[in-house]
């Protein structure tokens, strides 16, 4: 069976489903949700015109499908994005030379993608069009062989995954039965000497919120430096933090090694903006974080986090895809990594709005109390129809 085309077109983001507005008028949002104005600590909170909101300064990209044909017909569907950059990376380079290549071969097909983009680093961009391919590829290799991509992989590790939520609407996670929540950290090191307070004054009233039996992490999203994420981290110690997370620059590996000889006795994860399994090798070898968190869709797909687990098991590590249980393709590698006991559930819908109306996955499972089981339907399970698929082109 061997690859007949490779296209990728801009998609409508498909883990945006639903919106507030709609939620508000069937009469199930109770509120706005924490994304509409919340102010979070991130890399540009040092210039002011940027700092209040960060999706004053994000890209507006579109999401990104890829669709793999095989000569028989057999198809596969992946999305990735940053839009025409990543776009053209797939139908102008990466997808004509795998024409002809046997549609199964995800291996293979991963590394001719690396190399092919070694000319301009396999990292970044390209990171992000390879991951769109490779997803599609065992989309295709699940609905030809007739089996979920997870049993393709090893099968399922346990009977179903742990999730916890991702977000400031901290009360309806735990009634959504939740029982572990992550915070976006709302204060970084460009606020000074109050965001200690300001900080701590918000993961204590978090804490006092969910009790001592709920695990709290805190996501710190690239806004600190090592002296401010030392300081804040022993400020917080009272709290009980599962982990801290995202605290730096990824690139600069020089601070991933002060800040863990800083702290020694803290969990640190990070690795949602890491590309490929090089980064997350020299991660482990220096043993800086405790958990990685490569994201599915970025990172090189199915193949690349494969490899990351592998590495994450030798060294006594663990991965936490990041966002990965908010699609399919994220819960079908969780559900099949002895390596991901936990799976993360970014909650952007509005408080009393039903977790199945925030992506457009029709197939996928959320949440229920906490656990997800995951589709058994062929391939990644999205639900997704060809006419689905076309629909979804902007």
């Given at each position: ?5 490779i296209r ?9 489903g639903?919106?507030?507005e ?14 509409k104005d ?35 017909g ?45 000319p ?9 069009a ?24 090893g ?28 915070l976006?950290?709302?204060?970084g ?8 307070d ?15 039996n ?30 801290i ?6 690139e ?24 490929t ?57 969780t ?13 952007g ?37 060809l ?8």
């Amino acid at each position: 069976m061997k690859i007949k085309s490779i296209r990728a077109f801009a998609i409508t983001n498909p883990i945006a489903g639903g919106t507030y507005e709609e939620a508000k008028q069937q009469g199930t949002a109770r509120r706005p949700p924490w994304t509409k104005d919340a102010e979070v600590a991130n890399p540009m909170s040092r210039y002011p015109r940027y700092k209040a909101l960060r999706a004053s300064w994000q890209s507006k990209f579109p999401a990104v499908g890829v669709l793999v044909t095989a000569d028989d017909g057999s198809w596969g569907f992946g999305t990735t994005g940053y839009g025409d950059p990543t776009i053209s990376l797939i139908n102008d380079h990466i997808g004509p030379l795998l024409e002809g290549e046997n549609a199964l071969a995800t291996e293979k097909l991963y590394d001719m993608m690396s190399r092919i983009t070694s000319p301009y680093s396999a990292s970044g961009l390209a990171s992000y069009a390879i991951s769109g391919i490779d997803l599609a590829l065992w989309d295709l290799k699940g609905n030809v062989l007739k089996l979920p991509v997870y049993e393709l992989a090893g099968g399922a590790a346990r009977d179903s995954q742990f999730c916890y939520a991702t977000g400031n609407d901290t009360d309806w996670h735990m009634e959504l039965g939740f029982k572990a929540t992550k915070l976006a950290c709302p204060y970084g090191t460009a606020d000074g000497l109050e965001a200690l307070d300001k900080n701590e004054e918000f993961v204590a009233g978090r804490r006092e919120m969910i009790g001592p039996n709920v695990e709290l992490m805190l996501d710190c999203w690239m806004a600190f430096d090592v002296e401010f994420a030392v300081r804040l981290a022993h400020r917080l110690r009272p709290y009980n933090l599962k982990w801290i997370e995202d605290c730096l620059i990824p690139e600069d590996h020089s601070s991933h090694r002060a800040l863990r000889e800083r702290l020694p006795w803290m969990t640190l994860a990070t690795g949602e903006h890491w590309y490929t399994p090089y980064t997350f090798f020299e991660a482990a070898k220096d043993r800086v974080v405790d958990i990685f968190q490569a994201d599915i869709h970025w990172v090189g797909g199915f193949t690349a986090c494969q490899k990351i687990a592998s590495i994450a098991e030798a060294s006594g590590l663990e991965l936490i895809c990041h966002a990965g249980m908010n699609t399919p393709y994220g819960q079908h590698f969780t559900y099949s990594s002895t390596s991901s006991r936990w799976g993360e559930f970014f909650v952007g819908g509005a408080p009393g709005q039903p977790l199945k109306q925030t992506n457009n996955y029709p197939g996928m499972a959320v949440p229920e109390n906490g656990q997800v089981v995951v589709s058994d339907a062929p391939g990644f399970g999205h639900g997704l129809s060809l006419d689905a698929i076309e629909g979804m082109a902007l």
